[in-house]
T-cell receptor, first 111, second 111 residues
Framework: DAKTTQPPSMDCAEGRAANLPCNHS???????VYWYRQIHSQGPQYIIH???NNETNEMASLIITEDRKSSTLILPHATLRDTAVYYC????????????FGTGTRLTIIP | GAVVSQHPSWVICKSGTSVKIECRSL??????MFWYRQFPKQSLMLMAT?????????EQGVEKDKFLINHASLTLSTLTVTSAHPEDSSFYIC???????FGSGTRLTVV
């Protein structure tokens, strides 16, 4: 029973903005949207999370639709080092809850 | 930020032997740590939740007698793969901390 749906793969030209979509139509009111990425043969890395407002940090921006049924992770100026699998995860706030990964989106940055 | 160290980063062992993987929280204490397994081209699958001072909680389908977890201190959890077989070859990753910091992973190859 997948909580999120992401495209399996995407390409983006180096220097352009990479926009990664995620559908989470069954999200509940108290659940956050988290994004992680995994570069090949490394552990996952936290990127950003949000509840309903758009969020921005030094790595990315997160745009959540008003109905909260979908979101978009934006990498504003993609570099080759951004090539990775990106995971969108819906869960309650950080704590001891189990973090469950879906299949993610394999983003390839093209030189 | 929080740092989680995993050791070894890779290991090759003979079929039938046991292998121990360590997960350490370097600059914080962790009463709970999580162990994941990842096969090639697949997502991370949660194996078990390691609880300091008590028994680990295993996910459905994970053999607790084969994957022994010990969380004897607030900074160290170990995963021992007992009587390893080639099908246990995988990438094992731990996470710890309130914000789910991940280790760099351990690639196990059983020959």
């Amino acid at each position: 029973d997948a909580k999120t749906t992401q495209p399996p793969s995407m390409d983006c030209a180096e220097g352009r903005a990479a926009n990664l979509p995620c559908n989470h139509s069954t999200i509940s009111g108290n659940e956050y949207v988290y994004w992680y990425r995994q570069i090949h043969s490394q552990g996952p890395q936290y990127i950003i999370h949000g509840l309903k407002n758009n969020e921005t940090n030094e790595m990315a921006s997160l745009i959540i639709t008003e109905d909260r049924k979908s979101s978009t992770l934006i990498l504003p100026h993609a570099t080759l080092r951004d090539t990775a699998v990106y995971y969108c995860i819906v869960m309650f706030n950080f704590g001891n809850e189990k973090l469950t990964f879906g299949t993610g989106t394999r983003l390839t940055i093209i030189p | 930020g929080a740092v989680v160290s995993q050791h070894p980063s890779w290991v090759i062992c003979k079929s039938g032997t046991s292998v121990k993987i360590e997960c350490r929280s370097l600059d914080f204490q962790a009463t709970t740590m999580f162990w994941y397994r990842q096969f090639p081209k697949q997502s991370l699958m949660l194996m078990a939740t390691s609880n300091e001072g008590s028994k680990a909680t295993y996910e459905q389908g994970v053999e607790k007698d084969k994957f022994l977890i010990n969380h004897a201190s607030l900074t160290l959890s170990t995963l021992t793969v007992t009587s390893a077989h080639p099908e246990d070859s995988s990438f094992y990753i731990c996470s710890a901390g309130y914000d789910y910091t991940f280790g760099s992973g351990t690639r196990l190859t059983v020959v």
